[in-house]
T-cell receptor, first 110, second 115 residues
Framework: DAKTTQPNSMESNEEEPVHLPCNHS???????IHWYRQLPSQGPEYVIH???SNVNNRMASLAIAEDRKSSTLILHRATLRDAAVYYC???????????FGTGTRLKVLA | EAGVAQSPRYKIIEKRQSVAFWCNPI?????LYWYQQILGQGPKLLIQ????????DSQLPKDRFSAERLKGVDSTLKIQPAKLEDSAVYLC?????????????FGSGTQLSVL
């Protein structure tokens, strides 16, 4: 299973953009990049996913490097409710297994 | 749309006792997953079902853990006998199908404490 590397923790000020990095140097050509987040005392929730092109939705944007060896989740204006653990996961065709790492704990400062 | 339902929310047992967790996925979702999340770690996949068949149980400790998904809808995960190291949150998730483009929907989990 392809692995991802994320910083253990990050801090951001409220109302400012947040860029959460993820390295996945062993990604294969058919692996999708998924992001989930886990709020305290809840199960993880879907944030965004993509294959090659940058993606936007109402929650966030996903910027994928041209060589696909890294990606960045962008929260455009962090709020206190965005404080969570963010997981970057590779989903490969054929395995369909979501393998979670330890994620990045995001702290948002008021 | 109703989400993934899990029960109980909390469970406290003594070691060597047995325990069962129940999960009702989103209606129409063919794929169901059970994860174990130990405090401070990311969720660890235990077993994956496609309808009522097991497609991956490579990480399930089969000497004490068992799971079933009768009729391809609800699922139960059982631990017998429980050990102290089984203390964790057990998360159930479902997706419409198996695929690299599918989203997972998680329940709130069952928090198990083994004393």
């Amino acid at each position: 299973d392809a692995k991802t590397t994320q910083p253990n923790s990050m801090e951001s000020n409220e109302e400012e953009p947040v860029h959460l990095p993820c390295n996945h140097s062993t990604i294969s050509g058919t692996d999708y990049i998924h992001w989930y987040r886990q709020l305290p005392s809840q199960g993880p929730e879907y944030v965004i996913h993509g294959l090659t092109s940058n993606v936007n939705n109402r929650m966030a944007s996903l910027a994928i490097a041209e060589d696909r060896k890294s990606s960045t989740l962008i929260l455009h204006r962090a709020t206190l409710r965005d404080a969570a653990v963010y997981y970057c996961i590779l989903m490969g065709s054929g395995t369909y297994k979501y393998i979670f790492g330890t994620g990045t704990r995001l702290k948002v400062l008021a | 749309e109703a989400g993934v339902a899990q029960s109980p929310r909390y469970k406290i047992i003594e070691k060597r006792q047995s325990v069962a967790f129940w999960c009702n996925p989103i209606s129409g979702h063919a794929t169901l997953y059970w994860y174990q999340q130990i405090l401070g770690q990311g969720p660890k996949l235990l077993i994956q079902f496609q309808n009522n068949g097991v497609v991956d149980d490579s990480q399930l400790p089969k000497d004490r853990f068992s799971a079933e998904r009768l009729k391809g809808v609800d699922s139960t995960l059982k631990i017998q006998p429980a050990k102290l190291e089984d203390s964790a949150v057990y998360l159930c998730a479902s997706s419409l199908a198996r695929g690299e483009n599918e989203k997972l929907f998680f329940g709130s989990g069952t928090q198990l404490s083994v004393l």
